[in-house]
T-cell receptor
Framework: QKEVEQNSGPLSVPEGAIASLNCTYSDRVSQSFFWYRQYSGKSPELIMSIYSNGDKEDGRFTAQLNKASQYVSLLIRDSQPSDSATYLC????????????FGGGTRVLVKP | DAGITQSPRYKITETGRQVTLMCHQT?????MFWYRQDLGHGLRLIYY???????DKGEVSDGYVVSRSKTENFPLTLESATRSQTSVYFCASSEQDSGNTIYFGEGSWLTVV
């Protein structure tokens, strides 16, 4: 079992719709969670960080964390073609020396 | 605001050659990291450094060497390149350890033939 798992996609959503991305992780004691966006051929850039259970909103993005179920999700509201990218979930994993461990990423395609 | 710069951005080398990827950051961040990104594996940590002269292995460190004589520089050396080391390499930095935001450089595309 991978320490951080994501569906590779592609997740195809129509413009204006909500894109919902999920991530599960193996370490029950993880406390720090991040979502990065990576455009093709570019480096990852941070979208959101979340540390507490519940929802955290930033513009069109909402991160949701459920530590009991060991999942973190990202919602993209009013999806735009410019949101087409790969979204990487990252979790600080104790077994990895408390280092950031990345999932394989979910590719999102927003169709006009 | 230069941030993190990597060089070279693109390199083709032959099996068995030594290759050094350079990384320079202007933020005076304590922590620096090297990741590689491959299809099917995502981003994997090669080495990290908590400060000058302090380095430690990550998940996939075999065949790689790092040094950190100055806070701002963190070069990654492939001692004897192999085809399996063909990858995209990202340098990153953060103010504190992984619980804080990590900022990535633009990446170095390395092909070993």
């Amino acid at each position: 079992q991978k320490e951080v798992e994501q569906n590779s996609g592609p997740l195809s959503v129509p413009e204006g719709a909500i894109a919902s991305l999920n991530c599960t992780y193996s370490d029950r004691v993880s406390q720090s969670f991040f979502w990065y966006r990576q455009y093709s051929g570019k480096s990852p850039e941070l979208i959101m960080s979340i540390y507490s259970n519940g929802d955290k909103e930033d513009g069109r993005f909402t991160a949701q964390l459920n530590k009991a179920s060991q999942y973190v999700s990202l919602l993209i509201r009013d999806s735009q073609p410019s949101d087409s990218a790969t979204y990487l979930c990252a979790v600080v994993i104790k077994a990895a020396g408390n280092k950031l461990t990345f999932g394989g990423g979910t590719r999102v395609l927003v169709k006009p | 605001d230069a941030g993190i710069t990597q060089s070279p951005r693109y390199k083709i080398t032959e099996t068995g050659r030594q290759v050094t990827l350079m990384c320079h950051q202007t933020w005076s961040h304590s922590y620096m990291f090297w990741y590689r990104q491959d299809l099917g594996h995502g981003l994997r940590l090669i080495y990290y450094s908590a400060a000058a002269d302090i380095t430690d292995k990550g998940e996939v460190s075999d065949g790689y060497v790092v040094s950190r004589s100055k806070t701002e520089n963190f070069p990654l050396t492939l001692e004897s390149a192999t085809r399996s080391q063909t990858s995209v390499y990202f340098c990153a930095s953060s103010e504190q350890d992984s619980g804080n935001t990590i900022y990535f450089g633009e990446g170095s595309w390395l092909t070993v033939v």
